[in-house]
């Protein structure tokens, strides 16, 4: 009877040993499984690529002091593949150059390779174009006088246009050397609405122009004017400019007025230009304590006209006691 109970226990106990270790296999296989397939989903989203066009500045390896380039583009476009992240810095800092390397290369035309530099070795690239035409010439500077342009044909019937008067007298040129030789005339265009009938001021923007008319390729300074043209009515006349001096407060204070302008234009009507055989000019003295000069502007109210051209005059103003 002891003998049967020994036997009985034993076999309770051994198989509560098997019992424990196929636990323990089940449970090291199923973590074993959850870490492989966690490891392989990480290395997916770390190795996962994507690709990206956008476009950079173009930039040139040249000696400007020497040569003027032309042709090229401004911007290139860059079609980048890779891991994901890396893709999407790149593109949002662009912290890379894409150049075109023209530092041994002479006066001419020449095709161009655009190079990179900066981006990460394991992005893939690829620029369009992979090439660019440009045009070396000789760098030239100079300086021309500058006119003011515009249609005639937008001023009103029964209205004349004066003397257009820019702020600029000259402007400097610089481009390649053959293209500065095409040029005929640089001139500011100033916009004049259809039927004008009162004077303009605005800034225009100055052109180089060849002989047809054409704008030419070059670099200038300043790149706009300020320009004034003054309309009035056709009537006018040329008078003689009478110069007071007005704000002195002393009967013991006198000056001397004088101006290289003798003459000027009067516009209006026939009865408003019979009257008048001089143009006043009254000139402001109240701040000269020595010698000053100054630039007035001609009153249409004080002469009872329309307008005049020039519209100001530069005035000398000296203290005599």
């Not at 916009?191 to 047809?212: C, G």
């Not at 009035?232 to 002393?250: A, F, Q, V, W």
């Amino acid at each position: 009877m002891k003998q049967w109970l020994f036997k009985n226990w034993a076999y309770r106990l051994l198989s509560l040993f098997f019992a424990i270790l196929l636990f323990m296999y089940v449970g090291s296989t199923r973590t074993s499984t959850t870490n492989s397939q966690s490891g392989s989903n990480n290395s997916t989203s770390l190795t996962s690529n994507r690709s990206q066009t956008f476009s950079v500045p173009l930039s040139l390896t040249v000696n400007s002091n020497k040569y003027f380039v032309t042709g090229y583009p401004q911007k290139v476009k860059v079609h980048l593949a890779g891991p994901s992240a890396l893709v999407t810095t790149t593109a949002n800092t662009q912290n890379f150059k894409a150049y075109a390397d023209l530092s041994k290369l002479g006066v001419g035309r020449h095709t161009v390779r655009i190079q990179q530099e900066g981006l990460n070795n394991d992005l893939r690239y690829r620029f369009e174009p992979a090439t660019i035409k440009v045009d070396i010439q000789p760098r030239e500077t100079v300086t021309y006088p500058l006119k003011v342009k515009y249609s005639q044909r937008n001023i009103a019937s029964g209205y004349q246009a004066g003397d257009a008067n820019a702020d600029v007298k000259n402007v400097k040129i610089t481009g390649a050397s053959d293209q500065i030789n095409r040029i005929k005339s640089v001139v500011a265009q100033l916009n004049v609405p259809q039927n004008a009938k009162s004077s303009i001021s605005s800034q225009a923007i100055i052109e180089a122009l060849d002989a047809k008319q054409n704008t030419v390729n070059v670099v200038i300074t300043p790149a706009t004017a300020d320009v004034t043209l003054p309309i009035t009515p056709g009537n006018s006349k040329e008078l003689p400019i009478k110069l007071e001096p007005k704000g002195i407060t002393d009967d013991n204070e006198s000056f001397t007025l004088t101006s290289d302008t003798k003459r000027v234009r009067v516009f209006g009507t026939k009865s408003e230009l019979d009257k008048l055989s001089s143009v006043k000019v009254e000139v402001d003295t109240s701040d000269v304590t020595k010698t000053k000069t100054k630039s007035v502007m001609l009153d249409s109210k004080l002469n009872s006209v329309k307008g005049f051209d020039p519209e100001k005059i530069v005035v000398k103003i000296t203290r005599n006691n």
